[in-house]
């Protein structure tokens, strides 16, 4: 073995060991960091659940954000006095993502004869019929009131209440999304999403009911913006539709655009980029929507395929990591 | 398994692509479906595929009524295709291409993996295609990156990698040069089964006179004649409505040749693109 070799090992322990004391070292932060990273890890798990949708089925999505409110008021309604039903954390955590999974299909099936324009419309006007629904459902959900007070989450026995403890769920939730999503899209189910976005037609005369393989995306999609929402409700203790607005959605797709879609490392890139730069421009914060305007445009201008290049996927570290680890004659 | 069609008629608005058709296509041959442009040869594989609905009339396989079905329900019934213009998965790899006709066909094998093939035997299964349409040294090369020979060869492979009984092939020689069209000749009569009947639409005369069990003649979305390679050759009414003048043989080379002149530039653009 050369010594070139194991400098080359020694540099990937170094990074390795890099992550590892970065991710470890942000609960030390001041809060306020502690919250930009929180955001940044929410936007990854929502970026990630949506790309299912628009990067591998090859469907616009705009109202992505109707499965996160789904998700939040689940917690809300199940864990707070509004109706004194107070179940724990990890229980709604699946009843949101079971809820976003349905709320998914029902929105799947009337749009999945559409395509391109008319798709975006109607999950746009279904984000905001969602919303405008939960704004009106007043005995529910005390319409733009919002709910507050909401329970102080546990797992496990171990408190959920500091943007810490949260810190620390998001980063398992984002790596197990992450990780999960990545399996899918090597496996055969990956390989037959992609064929939909290329070519539908073909993909049915090969003997896919390219309906089921359209609802499974809107439905895994979905149940993760659900979960990500149980997630935000119990992190805020407190809901209302404003949260939840067509520009929501939007930023999500924007993460997705901007980063790579289809591209697990370029949508956590995107969520990095896009949560950051308002918080770093927050003195011109009534400027964010210009500010996301721009970037949209330089980006799409100098890097039509997103900041990441889509060979730089997670497929292609895992590959290196692995050849330099294994076989590194080979590198 | 036989393929049947009855009186089947196709019309696109006040257009009769074709007209009172019936045909019977048996497992154990290959049949050649000939016809000058526009004689409604596509549309009749576009039927069968259930791409096309009928107008009036059936296709059944065995005892099914096939039109009425959606097409993924056809497909899985055992007809597989190819088309008229490449229609390859061109972001994927090669080996992909054929991976992807794998995916399990029903919501219960998709939870259980009853009966779903495990990853292993799927790629050996794969593997073994391409090795057999010589494709193994481009498996992970992206399929729109191949030379256009070698993506109508990939087309083929996916038509035949599931082994399905029926397979139509919609014009596989077009735009391949005189060798590659030998050599695709030679492969489609390889591929010959007991259990299996290939259709092919084909313009190239060599190739279909030479592989052909049976050939039927359309002319004008109705059936002119159909036999043997030797009787169509010879029939007095092929001879006059089809072959008959040297005028309209003279169109029938000119468009073979137009078409491999066609796939010629599409095959450098193909090489350039590699
Ligand atoms: N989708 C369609 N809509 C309207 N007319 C169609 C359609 N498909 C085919 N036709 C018409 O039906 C007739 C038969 O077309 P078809 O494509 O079956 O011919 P073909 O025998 O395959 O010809 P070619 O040798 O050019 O491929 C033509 O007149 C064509 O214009
Ligand atoms: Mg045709």
Same mark, same amino acid.
């Given at each position: 073995?050369?010594?070139?070799?194991?400098?080359?090992?020694?540099?990937?322990? =170094?990074?390795?060991?890099?992550?590892?004391?970065?991710?470890?070292?942000?609960?030390?932060?001041?809060?306020?960091?502690? %919250?930009?990273?929180?955001?940044?890890?929410?936007? !990854?798990?929502?970026?990630?659940?949506? #790309?299912?949708?628009?990067?591998?089925?090859?469907?616009?999505?705009?109202?992505?954000?109707?499965?996160?409110?789904?998700?939040?008021? =689940?917690?809300?309604?199940?864990?707070?006095?509004?109706?004194?039903?107070?179940? @724990?954390?990890?229980? &709604?955590?699946? !009843?949101?993502?079971?809820?976003?999974?349905?709320?998914?299909?029902?929105?799947?099936?009337?749009?999945?004869?559409?395509?391109?324009?008319?798709?975006?419309?109607?999950?746009?006007?279904?984000?905001?019929?969602?919303?405008?629904?939960?704004? #009106?459902?007043?005995?529910?959900?005390?319409?733009?009131?919002?709910?507050?007070?909401?329970?102080?989450?546990?797992?496990?026995?171990?408190?959920?209440?500091?943007?810490?403890?949260?810190?620390?769920?998001?980063?398992?939730?984002?790596?197990?999304?992450?990780?999960?999503?990545?399996?899918?899209?090597?496996?055969?189910?990956?390989?037959?999403?992609?064929?939909?976005?290329?070519?539908?037609?073909?993909?049915?005369?090969?003997?896919?009911?390219?309906?089921?393989?359209?609802?499974?995306?809107? =439905?895994?999609?979905?149940?993760?913006?659900?979960?990500?929402?149980?997630?935000?409700?119990?992190?805020?203790?407190?809901?209302?539709?404003?949260?939840?607005?067509?520009?929501?959605?939007?930023?999500?797709?924007?993460? !997705?655009?901007?980063?790579?879609?289809?591209?697990?490392?370029?949508?956590?890139?995107?969520?990095?980029?896009?949560?950051?730069?308002?918080?770093?421009?927050?003195?011109?914060?009534?400027? %964010?929507?210009?500010?996301?305007?721009?970037?949209?445009?330089?980006?799409?201008?100098?890097? @039509?395929?997103?900041?990441?290049?889509?060979?730089?996927?997670?497929?292609? &570290?895992?590959?290196?990591? %692995?050849?330099?680890?294994?076989?590194?004659?080979?590198? | 398994?036989?393929?049947?069609?009855?009186?089947?008629?196709?019309?696109?608005?006040?257009?009769?692509?074709?007209?009172?058709?019936?045909?019977?296509?048996?497992?154990?041959?290959?049949?050649?479906?000939?016809?000058?442009?526009?004689?409604?040869?596509?549309?009749?594989?576009?039927?069968?595929?259930?791409?096309?609905?009928?107008?009036?009339?059936?296709?059944?396989?065995?005892?099914?009524?096939?039109?009425?079905?959606?097409?993924?329900?056809?497909?899985?019934?055992?007809?597989?295709?190819?088309?008229?213009?490449?229609?390859?998965?061109?972001?994927? $790899?090669?080996?992909?291409?054929?991976?992807?006709?794998?995916?399990?066909?029903?919501?219960?094998?998709?939870?259980?993996?009853?009966?779903?093939?495990?990853?292993?035997?799927?790629?050996?299964?794969?593997?073994?295609?391409?090795?057999?349409?010589?494709?193994?040294?481009?498996?992970?090369?992206?399929?729109?990156?191949?030379?256009?020979?070698?993506?109508?060869?990939?087309?083929?492979?996916?038509?035949?990698?599931?082994?399905?009984?029926?397979?139509?092939?919609?014009?596989?020689?077009?735009?391949?040069?005189?060798?590659?069209?030998?050599?695709?000749?030679?492969?489609?009569?390889?591929?010959?089964?007991?259990?299996?009947?290939?259709?092919?639409?084909?313009?190239?005369?060599?190739?279909?006179?030479?592989?052909?069990?049976?050939?039927?003649?359309?002319?004008?979305?109705?059936?002119?004649?159909?036999?043997?390679?030797?009787?169509?050759? $010879?029939?007095?009414?092929?001879?006059?409505?089809?072959?008959? $003048? $040297?005028?309209?043989?003279?169109?029938?080379?000119?468009?073979? /040749?137009?078409?491999?002149? /066609?796939?010629?530039?599409?095959?450098?653009?193909?090489?350039?693109?590699?």
């Amino acid at each position: 073995m050369g010594n070139s070799v194991i400098v080359r090992r020694l540099g990937l322990l =170094a990074v390795l060991a890099l992550c590892v004391v970065l991710l470890a070292l942000v609960p030390h932060l001041p809060s306020y960091y502690v %919250r930009v990273v929180d955001s940044i890890l929410i936007y !990854i798990i929502l970026a990630v659940g949506l #790309n299912l949708v628009v990067g591998y089925a090859g469907l616009l999505d705009l109202g992505f954000i109707a499965f996160y409110a789904v998700g939040a008021y =689940a917690y809300a309604l199940l864990a707070s006095g509004q109706f004194d039903i107070h179940l @724990p954390f990890i229980v &709604i955590l699946f !009843i949101g993502a079971a809820a976003g999974a349905i709320a998914g299909v029902l929105l799947g099936f009337p749009v999945l004869k559409l395509r391109g324009d008319y798709l975006a419309i109607v999950t746009l006007s279904f984000g905001e019929i969602i919303r405008i629904a939960i704004n #009106n459902a007043d005995d529910l959900t005390n319409g733009p009131q919002g709910i507050a007070g909401l329970d102080r989450a546990s797992l496990f026995g171990l408190p959920l209440t500091t943007p810490v403890h949260f810190y620390w769920l998001l980063l398992v939730l984002a790596i197990t999304v992450c990780g999960g999503v990545y399996y899918m899209e090597r496996s055969i189910l990956g390989k037959a999403w992609r064929a939909l976005r290329e070519d539908q037609d073909v993909v049915r005369g090969l003997g896919i009911n390219t309906t089921t393989l359209k609802l499974l995306a809107f =439905a895994l999609s979905a149940a993760i913006g659900g979960a990500g929402g149980v997630i935000f409700g119990a992190f805020q203790r407190f809901v209302s539709p404003e949260s939840f607005t067509f520009q929501e959605s939007l930023l999500v797709v924007l993460i !997705i655009i901007i980063g790579g879609v289809g591209n697990i490392v370029g949508v956590i890139a995107g969520a990095v980029v896009l949560v950051v730069l308002p918080e770093v421009l927050h003195f011109a914060a009534q400027y %964010r929507l210009l500010i996301y305007g721009v970037v949209l445009v330089t980006v799409i201008v100098l890097r @039509p395929g997103g900041l990441v290049s889509p060979r730089f996927n997670l497929g292609f &570290i895992i590959r290196k990591v %692995r050849t330099l680890w294994l076989s590194p004659s080979k590198t | 398994m036989a393929l049947a069609l009855e009186n089947v008629s196709k019309h696109f608005g006040s257009l009769v692509a074709i007209r009172n058709l019936s045909l019977s296509f048996d497992v154990g041959s290959i049949y050649s479906i000939i016809g000058p442009n526009g004689a409604g040869k596509s549309t009749v594989v576009n039927m069968i595929a259930g791409s096309y609905s009928v107008t009036s009339g059936a296709i059944r396989l065995g005892a099914t009524a096939l039109n009425r079905l959606p097409k993924h329900r056809i497909a899985q019934l055992g007809v597989s295709r190819t088309y008229q213009n490449l229609r390859l998965f061109d972001g994927m $790899t090669v080996l992909e291409n054929l991976e992807v006709c794998f995916f399990p066909q029903s919501w219960l094998t998709f939870l259980t993996g009853a009966k779903r093939l495990s990853k292993a035997e799927r790629l050996e299964i794969c593997h073994a295609c391409l090795a057999e349409f010589h494709l193994s040294d481009v498996a992970d090369v992206l399929a729109g990156d191949l030379p256009y020979g070698r993506q109508k060869i990939l087309e083929l492979a996916r038509a035949f990698v599931t082994q399905a009984p029926i397979v139509l092939l919609d014009e596989p020689a077009a735009g391949l040069n005189h060798t590659e069209t030998k050599d695709m000749a030679a492969m489609i009569a390889g591929l010959k089964r007991e259990d299996r009947a290939i259709i092919l639409v084909e313009h190239d005369m060599e190739m279909v006179m030479s592989i052909s069990d049976r050939i039927d003649v359309l002319n004008y979305g109705e059936l002119l004649c159909s036999g043997t390679p030797d009787l169509v050759r $010879t029939n007095e009414r092929v001879q006059e409505a089809y072959l008959g $003048t $040297t005028e309209e043989l003279d169109d029938i080379r000119k468009l073979a /040749q137009s078409r491999r002149a /066609q796939g010629g530039l599409r095959a450098n653009a193909g090489i350039v693109r590699h």
